[in-house]
């Protein structure tokens, strides 16, 4: 028989309702064997006591229901964003404040650049953050006018390019592609808007952001942020599932080492798989994951980035009088995917932003199921970051699962108020406390690296609220400090059809887990993000830095 190791810790939150609470934990073989104290330990017979956490508090293992792994090779580049940053080395980039403060730092970086052939890539930014005066060529060019230079956005909808980028991908006055923003003459300033927009640049640098999702090396950095952030599972949601991309996903899964369990979900965002290839695809990786890489989701897009106005919203559309925002899918599209894979018996997980989207999308929800019911079938909203209580009662209805922006409100809540919804639509934004109360299965999420990841800190802004000014945004829509944690372990999993496997401290569960200095249950609600993490275990192995 497999030897058996009891962990001791000076709490134990199981995030188990029937059993709160323990001081010790028995693994085997990577699972969970039993909990409570040490008394029960011994009915076990043999083992060996690990006290190392004695003082220390022990949770499940968080749980990142919507991530990018691509956040970890994105520190390939540079980062130019407004709020200060740290890399998986330590490094802090502070932010960057202005425009100026932008092309100041890709200038230094291009001097030191020495074939003058490679794009410069960058990537964080966000023109919100200035006021309304937008990023145009103008401004890059001061950084080369003969080397392509691309920024990609924070939200990842929209990027910057310079001349020689917008000439090397062969966009012009005459292309004609929705989301190419231009000049009063028609000259394309720049700007591209959602993924159509972005795709000859895309094509030029071989989608190098997505690739770095891929990586072998850069998964390996995704880990050391993930294990720094309490995290042992974490999704990926943009995921073409390619023979590439599956290799090295099996390479770093399969060293015994390795500190996170992946769930990459399917998406086919350049029309490259027809909807019955993809079907077969995820089905053929099904066969091929392992405990550490779990294949069956569904990724479908349906509009852009709120703070990108290319979001689709509802009457009366954005604050400031943008124009309403962009499909990803226009909605007869966005149905057909959603049936076809509905049919197929996939769980999706669909990105919305804006309440139109939201409306269109439970719209497709429901005809799906009108046509082949299926029962737990788990469809969640990512992001749905507009939702009122009408939506919020649909989806429980259709048993709809909500994934929610909790870090928008520190991120962007004062640009939200201000700028794209206007302060009454804002006080309601991810509606974490509307949510539970219509009984709708709910997660919180990072989305990074659109953000950090870090569900603690997830957790904080959906029990606090605060904007990065300082401002409560939405008071009624607080949660307490249990639901938050609850979001970011059980409900997490339970979106992800991972529940019988994360999320809690239960016998038969992988012995996946967040080791903190701190109890964040006896933390005041407005320390909750300052937690100290000491370590994770996966599977019943402590992780090293």
């Avoid at 966009?171 to 592609?177: G, L, N």
């Avoid at 028609?186 to 999702?213: D, K, W, Y």
């Avoid at 922006?405 to 934004?429: C, K, L, S, V």
């Amino acid at each position: 028989m497999s030897a058996i190791t009891v962990f001791q810790a000076r709490k134990i939150i199981t995030m188990n309702p029937r059993q709160p609470e323990a001081t010790h934990v028995a693994v085997r073989e990577g699972r969970i064997l039993a909990v409570g104290d040490l008394e029960r330990m011994k009915l076990w017979g043999e083992f060996t006591l690990d006290t190392r956490f004695a003082d220390q508090v022990i949770m499940p293992g968080l749980v990142e229901g919507h991530s990018h792994l691509m956040a970890g090779g994105l520190w390939k580049f540079t980062y130019t964003g407004f709020h200060a940053r740290t890399s998986p080395d330590g490094k802090v980039w502070e932010g960057c404040k202005s425009f100026d403060e932008v092309v100041a730092r890709l200038i230094d970086i291009e001097r030191r650049m020495t074939d003058p052939a490679t794009p410069l890539l960058a990537w964080g930014f966000d023109p919100i953050f200035f006021g309304t005066t937008r990023m145009t060529v103008e401004h890059l060019d001061k950084v080369s006018t003969t080397r392509p230079v691309i920024i990609l956005h924070a939200s990842q909808h929209l990027m910057n390019v310079n001349r020689a980028a917008l000439a090397a991908a062969g966009i012009t006055r005459d292309t004609e592609i929705e989301g190419i923003a231009r000049f009063d003459d028609g000259e394309p300033s720049g700007e591209l808007q959602e993924f159509a927009a972005m795709f000859p640049i895309t094509r030029l640098t071989g989608n190098i952001f997505r690739v770095t999702g891929s990586d072998p090396d850069a998964l390996r950095m995704f880990g050391k942020m993930a294990r720094l952030a309490g995290v042992t599972t974490a999704t990926d949601l943009v995921n073409d599932l390619s023979d590439h991309n599956h290799a090295g996903l099996t390479e770093v899964t399969t060293e015994p080492a390795f500190p996170v369990r992946f769930v990459p979900a399917y998406v086919s965002m350049d029309g490259s798989t027809n909807l019955q290839q993809g079907a077969a695809r995820i089905r053929a990786r099904q066969a091929q994951g392992n405990d550490k890489l779990v294949y069956g989701l569904v990724k479908i897009v349906a509009d852009g980035s709120i703070q990108g106005f290319s979001a689709r919203l509802r009457w009366p559309g954005y604050y400031n009088g943008a124009p309403n925002g962009i499909w990803i899918h226009p909605p007869a599209q966005l149905k057909a995917i959603i049936a076809h894979f509905h049919a197929e018996g996939f769980p999706l997980h669909i990105h919305t932003n804006g309440d139109e989207a939201t409306e269109v999308a439970l719209d497709g929800i429901q005809e799906a199921l009108e046509k082949h019911p299926r029962q737990d079938h788990r469809h969640t909203l990512q992001h749905c970051q507009m939702a009122d209580d009408y939506q919020f009662r649909r989806m429980a209805a259709m048993g709809v699962c909500a994934n929610l922006f909790a870090n928008h409100i520190y991120y962007w809540g004062d640009a939200h108020r201000e700028q794209t919804m206007g302060p009454d639509r804002a006080e309601r934004m991810d509606a974490c406390a509307s949510a539970l109360a219509h009984g709708v299965p709910m997660a919180i999420h990072s989305d990074a690296p659109i953000t950090p990841l870090g569900p603690l800190f997830t957790a904080w802004c959906a029990v606090n609220r605060l904007t990065s000014s300082g401002k409560v945004l939405g008071a009624a829509q607080r949660i307490g400090v249990q639901e938050a944690l609850h979001a970011i372990t059980m409900g997490a999993a339970y979106t992800l059809h991972m529940d019988d496997r994360v999320g809690s401290i239960e016998i038969g569960k992988f012995a996946d887990f967040c080791v903190l200095a701190d109890d964040p249950l006896a933390l005041a609600p407005a320390q909750l993000k300052d937690a100290r993490i000491v370590t994770t275990v996966i599977g019943g192995e402590v992780t090293q830095a």
